[in-house]
């Protein structure tokens, strides 16, 4: 928190009070005052009111209308959203149930934005076996190649650059997605289509999770999750 810098980075108690403190307005909720956190939690009135002030200060809480008690603000909001993001609408959850009622293998829906990758619906019965959020990581997933795809402008290619990866199978293809196989988990690959607004901007994405010789030859399901993708369109732009 900038607004602490005072404190010293060398005080990690004034950091965890600060802490404690926000812990006890979430615990609370909305309109607890700086006598109650005060007093639950056996600080003294000054100190209480100082941290209080600085959480203000950085956003990470705010004050009610009536000035007296406190809000858990902005800036938790976010971290809240990061870790957990809200659910898809129902009409959106509609279409990839039925889709994997249809298809066998995870499917996942997941969100593009300027941050990455999220993935917003993830298959219960097959959880993604990878985060996305770092820029190596997109790499190493259908989901993620068809986004660097699309920041790079490239309509089809293969990553062989990285020693690291030798080996390793992930194209976009020019007929419109992207498959991936693993060189660390043999046998297991992954499938993304691409869910564009009506400019045709890359906003979603669908992607199965199979076997690879599944994705490798994917058109007993190609149509079905295309045929999701559109459904999905309007729902996501």
Same mark, same amino acid.
């Given at each position: ?13 004034? &950091? ?10 979430? @615990? ?18 000054? =100190? ?19 000035? /007296?008690?406190?809000? #858990? ?19 959106? @959850? ?12 995870? &499917? ?9 990758? @999220? ?9 993604? +076996? ?25 309509? +089809? ?16 293809? =020019? ?5 991936? +196989?693993?060189?660390? %988990?043999?046998?297991?690959?992954? #499938?993304?289509?691409? &869910? ?11 992607? #199965? +999770?199979?076997?690879?010789?599944? &994705? ?13 993708? /559109?459904?999905?369109?309007?729902? #996501? %732009?």
């Amino acid at each position: 928190m900038t607004g602490a810098a005072h404190l010293g980075a060398r005080q990690p108690k004034a &950091i965890q009070s600060a802490l404690t403190v926000l812990e006890e307005v979430a @615990r609370c909720g909305s309109g607890v005052t700086a006598r109650e956190i005060s007093d639950s939690l056996g600080l003294p009135k000054a =100190t209480a009111y100082r941290l209080l002030n600085l959480l203000v200060q950085d956003e990470y809480l705010v004050r009610m209308p009536d000035l /007296r008690g406190f809000a #858990l603000g902005r800036k938790v909001v976010e971290l809240a959203r990061l870790v957990a993001p809200a659910q898809p609408p129902e009409a959106v @959850r509609e279409v990839v149930d039925r889709l994997r009622s249809r298809i066998r293998g995870g &499917i996942h829906l997941v969100r593009y934005d300027s941050d990455g990758v @999220r993935v917003i619906d993830p298959d219960p019965d097959y959880p993604p +076996s990878v985060s996305v959020r770092s820029a190596r990581a997109l790499e190493t997933s259908a989901m993620g190649r068809l986004l660097l795809a699309e920041r790079r402008g490239a309509e +089809s290619w293969v990553l062989g650059e990285d020693p690291d990866l030798a080996g390793q199978l992930a194209t976009v293809r =020019t007929d419109g997605y992207a498959y991936f +196989s693993s060189p660390w %988990a043999p046998g297991n690959g992954c #499938l993304a289509i691409p &869910i564009r607004n009506r400019e045709g901007t890359l906003v979603a994405g669908l992607c #199965l +999770s199979a076997p690879a010789a599944r &994705i490798g030859d994917p058109a007993e399901f190609l149509a079905l999750l295309r045929m999701g993708a /559109r459904e999905l369109a309007p729902l #996501l %732009a």
